[in-house]
């Protein structure tokens, strides 16, 4: 049974993960519809002004200092393999750096940069709107699962 600080540490990853999770889970079950039943513009704007606004600094420490806390757990159980809670630390580590951190660079962030170039107004904003919604809400939908199963599998290791 883990104790001390591996104990510790993979408490507050699965908890930083769960947290994720639940932020994820919101945009997924009801703040990406909502945004989509808004007219093109003014959906655009608000989620314009959404992508500046998470980028605080408890949202962040929180998404990637978890990362930062599954990165070290993962390293930590690498070197020292000593049991069964080992293999279900590495899985949700893993899990989360790939399924949330990793989507969210190569997928929604993306989509963000371009949806933050673009006036609302503008005919290409408009045309751009729903594939946005529908990619961006996909790939989030993939960051919560990961979020949650990584919190699911760290609390078993626990």
Known sequence: MMSGFPYAATLAAALGCGLVAGVFFAFSSFVMAALGRLPAPEGIAAMQSINILAVTPVFMATLFGTGVACLGLAVGAFFAWDGPSTGLVLAGCALYLLGTIGV????????NDRLAKLHPGGGEATGYWNEYVARWTAWNHARTVSALAAAAILTVAL
């Open 104 to 111: 969210t660079i190569v997928c929604n962030v993306p989509l």
